[in-house]
């Protein structure tokens, strides 16, 4: 089994085929039987980060998700822990990379309620998002670039394509 820190709620899924948010949400239904996950995101077209709602729901994914993995059929490739974790994080990179514009996009982030219920997007950011602080974190860094090489450059910085 994938090595996880004590406090782990988020995994990263990687798929041998393409994932689609309805097929995802379904196997994690199936795996955890019950609302015990609150952040889906599908960043690229085999790849799902998830964050569970505790580290010991994360731990059991984990388990049955790796027991999956060595199974032919079950179309998952790895899975292990996040390097970003917990909802907000995750949100909050999300927003700080993609802008708040991108809350609309089909392919953004799914966040749910504690018993399981969708919930938009645009209120999930305003409840759990720190990407203001990310953002004006990024300005000196985005001012800085700017100045030594064009705004290509600062506008990749701002928009999060280069980490720091």
């Known amino acids: 089994m994938a090595d996880l820190d004590a406090k782990a709620t ?24 019950g609302p015990f996950y609150n952040y889906v995101y599908l960043p690229w077209p ?22 999956l993995s060595k199974m032919e059929t079950s179309g998952i490739r790895y899975v292990k ?19 708040y514009q991108s809350m609309m996009d089909p392919g953004a982030p799914r966040v749910f309620t504690k018993n399981g219920t969708p919930l938009p997007l645009s209120l999930a950011a305003n409840i759990y998002s720190q990407a203001v602080p990310v953002q004006l974190q990024l300005e000196p860094y985005v001012s800085n670039a700017s100045e030594r090489y064009g705004t290509l450059l600062s506008s ?7 980490f720091l």
């Open 10 to 33: 988020t995994l990263v899924l990687r798929s041998t085929s393409k994932l689609t948010y309805d097929g995802v949400l379904l196997m994690l239904s199936k795996i955890c039987q």
């Open 81 to 99: 822990q996040a390097a970003i974790q917990g909802l907000a994080e995750n949100l909050s990179i999300f927003l700080a990379k993609s802008g």
């Open 46 to 67: 085999k790849l799902a980060v998830v964050n569970f709602t505790s580290p010991e729901v994360c731990r059991a994914a984990c388990r049955i998700m790796t027991i």
């Open 156 to 162: 990749r910085v701002a928009r999060g394509v280069f």
